[in-house]
T-cell receptor, first 108, second 115 residues
Framework: AQRVTQPEKLLSVFKGAPVELKCNYS??????LFWYVQYSRQRLQLLLR??SRESIKGFTADLNKGETSFHLKKPFAQEEDSAMYYC??????????FGGGTRLMVKP | GAGVSQSPSNKVTEKGKDVELRCDPI?????LYWYRQSLGQGLEFLIY????????KSGLPSDRFSAERTGGSVSTLTIQRTQQEDSAVYLC?????????????FGEGSWLTVV
């Protein structure tokens, strides 16, 4: 069975500080991992996916198959990064399995 | 439309009543998903439609929940004899196809409150 775990429900950092949102997964095949973000009063939207290996809004995430992790990182957090972040796993097309989410609060 | 459209955006209903939630996926998207977002529970998969195939209903929490997709486009999620624990945001999503590399787009959700 596939499972996505985000151990932190809330992460609070000061503006300019580095931020890392943790995500661990369990899946027997080759997964596709995503980070979705939900800003206040907005719909859930894709932030980035591991196969793109891109940086979006300064965020990056590297898939570590040995540690089964896909942590989201940003070197300098901004207040506008405050949102709910969800890590998700795609099991080859049928559906996304989401973690419980981490609320990021960036304080001025 | 430009994105996944859901209605109603908010619904308050009395316990025991039936409710219907509607989803209009992005035009041309063959895959449609329903998720539930409960306070403190994260995002929970409910049901998935892909083209004309039989839907994957493995996430429906009870037989009070059902969904259909007419003509391969619009979908309706029906909750019969609503209970207070059904209160949640019901999210619909769609994607162009399935398989690795597809992006899933979400609607703004229907906020259901059962009183």
């Amino acid at each position: 069975a596939q499972r996505v775990t985000q151990p932190e429900k809330l992460l609070s950092v000061f503006k300019g500080a580095p931020v890392e949102l943790k995500c661990n997964y369990s899946y027997s095949g080759s997964p596709e991992l995503f980070w979705y973000v939900q800003y206040s009063r907005q719909r859930l939207q894709l932030l980035l996916r591991h196969i793109s290996r891109e940086s979006i809004k300064g965020f990056t995430a590297d898939l570590n198959k040995g540690e089964t992790s896909f942590h989201l990182k940003k070197p300098f957090a901004q207040e506008e990064d405050s949102a709910m972040y969800y890590c998700a796993l795609n099991n080859a097309g049928n559906m996304l399995t989401f973690g419980g989410g981490t609320r990021l609060m960036v304080k001025p | 439309g430009a994105g996944v459209s859901q209605s109603p955006s908010n619904k308050v209903t009395e316990k025991g009543k039936d409710v219907e939630l509607r989803c209009d996926p992005i035009s041309g998207h063959t895959a449609l998903y329903w998720y539930r977002q409960s306070l403190g529970q994260g995002l929970e998969f409910l049901i998935y439609f892909q083209g004309n195939s039989a839907p994957d209903k493995s996430g429906l929490p009870s037989d009070r929940f059902s969904a259909e997709r007419t003509g391969g486009s619009v979908s309706t999620l029906t909750i019969q004899r609503t209970q207070q624990e059904d209160s949640a945001v019901y999210l619909c999503a769609s994607s162009l196809a399935t398989g690795l590399g597809n992006t899933i787009y979400f609607g703004e959700g229907s906020w259901l409150t059962v009183v």
